[in-house]
Structure formats: structure tokens, C-alpha cells
């Protein structure tokens, strides 16, 4: 009966080392595959299909032993994505090319918003450091990997009528239009610098809203009060009457309460009155820069 005990020890040994070897080797073409596919990354369920024969702890130390040669990095819980060559020396790729990967991987609605958004619509000063996502709940924590960081800002929906594909290097990624940008970038100011900083950003991407962008579905996404702010700043600090006159019309059309607000949400207004249509009090002035 010991006999049998040690023999049967022995051969399940075996076959875990043998398994654990099996993947070891074939682990690394299997990235090199994907590369050549076009795929960045992957699910830790993906390789457990890939491998079926290894077991968890074999995929668990054969994952290790290629993040120490550093040709994956975990960007999220069961998530990985491959460093190709041209990246080894940053050992991280730039998040367009695997964030629509991992949201598919978690099932999560998305879009890249705020300054990360309004960049890749040609519309910012410099390559914000951080990128800008937004999704649905419950909260995402931030990633923090390699000097970047990915913000994970929930909302209760994404507006898909307000979103378009921009092509990437590996495929596509969700992107705010840049009426809905505009919209963010008040709503969500304080995630980004402030209210100035946001109209600074609203004044350059303005450029690229028509009035014909401004409909029914920008209301049904956004608050009053963020319109009125917006609305605002676009007559006021970036003289784009005609798209502010969109806006307000599509106000009044539903009726709209325009309460009085401050255009920086926070600080007191006692005894101020607005003199203008929005109903907005500006109490920081906005500084656009040239």
C-alpha cells in the first residue's frame, strides 16, 4: 500500500513538472502569436483555454517567470498585456492599445474622455500624464503601472449615441465626441485642474463642434446645471455664440429650470445676481491663454 502511495505521488509530480515545462515552452511563441494578430493583451481565462492541459499553478509560475524577462505586466487583476520589442525600455505599452481589451475582458461599457479624449481630437496643449476613462459602476480603482496612470471615472450610463471608434494600432477604442468632451470637461473639472483648465481645453476643442452637434441626446446625459456652466464658458470666455445659442435653444425647447449657480461650484454667491441668460455667476475668472 506504501508502495502505491509513493507511485501515485511520484506520477502526479511528474506530470505537474511535466505541465509546468509544457507551458514554459510554449508560453513565449504563444505571446509572439498574438503580437503578430495584433493583440496586446489577455485574460488570464484566455491562456487557461490556450493551456488546458496546465494546471493553475503552472499558468501562475509561467506568468511569473515572463513578467521577470519583461514580456507581460498585469495592468489589472486577471489582465496582461505583451511588451513588444519597441517597448521593452518603458516596459508598458500606451493604454489605446489595450483598454478596449481589458474592458471587453471585464464586460464594462466605456469610452476615453476629458484631456486624454480631447488629444486624441487634436485638441490639447500637451500629452496629458495621466488618461482619462470613464465607465459605469461600481468604481474601477485607478492603475498605477510604470509611470502611468489610467483614471476610472464611474458614471450610472455611457451614452453611446455620444461615442465613436477611433482606430488604434490594434484596433479600435470607445471615444467621447467632442460635444460630449465639452460636456465632461465641466462636469468632471476638478478630476482635471479645475474649471479653468477645463475652459482652456473647451476654447480649443469648441473649434471642432458644429451647432448640428448639439441634440436631444446631450441633455438626456447631462445635468442642467453642467449645461448652464458650459453654455457659459462658450459665450463667455470662448466666444462661440453660435454654439452656445444651439445649446441654450435646446434648453428652453425641454423646458429647462435655469437655477442661479456659480460657474465654480463650491464657493458662496450671497447677494450676487447673474446678468446673463445661463443665470450663471462668475465667481473665478477664466483665463484663456493663447
Known amino acids: 500500500m506504501q508502495y502505491y502511495l509513493q507511485k501515485v505521488s511520484f506520477i502526479t509530480t511528474f506530470r505537474k513538472y511535466y505541465c509546468m515545462s509544457r507551458i514554459e515552452r510554449n508560453i513565449e511563441p504563444w505571446l509572439n502569436e498574438q503580437l ?72 464594462r461599457p466605456y469610452y476615453v474622455a476629458l484631456l486624454s479624449a480631447a488629444a486624441l481630437h487634436g485638441a490639447a496643449h500637451q500629452q496629458p500624464q495621466e488618461y482619462f476613462v470613464i465607465t459605469v459602476l461600481p468604481v474601477m480603482r485607478s492603475t498605477f503601472k510604470k509611470g502611468m496612470k489610467i483614471n476610472y471615472i464611474s458614471t450610472q450610463n455611457v451614452p453611446a449615441s455620444l461615442i465613436e471608434k477611433i482606430k488604434t494600432e490594434s484596433g479600435y477604442i470607445n471615444v467621447s465626441k467632442p460635444v460630449l468632451t465639452l460636456v465632461d470637461l465641466v462636469r468632471f473639472e476638478k478630476h482635471i485642474g479645475g474649471i479653468n483648465r477645463a475652459a482652456n481645453v473647451i476654447n480649443e476643442l469648441s473649434r471642432m ?17 453642467t449645461l448652464q456652466r458650459l453654455g457659459y464658458i462658450l459665450e463667455f470666455a470662448c466666444q462661440r455664440n453660435d454654439i452656445a445659442d444651439a445649446l441654450h435653444a435646446e434648453l428652453v425647447k425641454r423646458n429647462s429650470r435655469l437655477v ?13 445676481y447673474p446678468k446673463n441668460r445661463w443665470n450663471v455667476i462668475e465667481n473665478i475668472a477664466i483665463d484663456i491663454e493663447e
Open 209 to 225: 463642434v458644429r451647432t448640428d452637434d448639439i441634440n436631444d441626446d446631450l441633455p438626456d446625459h447631462a445635468h442642467v446645471t
Open 36 to 107: 503578430a494578430s495584433g493583440r496586446y493583451g489577455y485574460s488570464l481565462e484566455e491562456i487557461k483555454k490556450a493551456f488546458p492541459e496546465s494546471s493553475d499553478i503552472a499558468i501562475k509560475f509561467a506568468l511569473i517567470r515572463q513578467a521577470q524577462k519583461g514580456k507581460i505586466l498585469s495592468v489589472h487583476k486577471g489582465y496582461y498585456i505583451i511588451i513588444p520589442p519597441e517597448y521593452a525600455t518603458k516596459g508598458i505599452l500606451p493604454p489605446a492599445l489595450f483598454l478596449d481589451g481589458l474592458m471587453k475582458s471585464l464586460k
Open 260 to 272: 442661479r449657480i456659480p460657474l465654480k461650484a463650491g464657493r458662496q454667491i450671497q447677494g450676487i
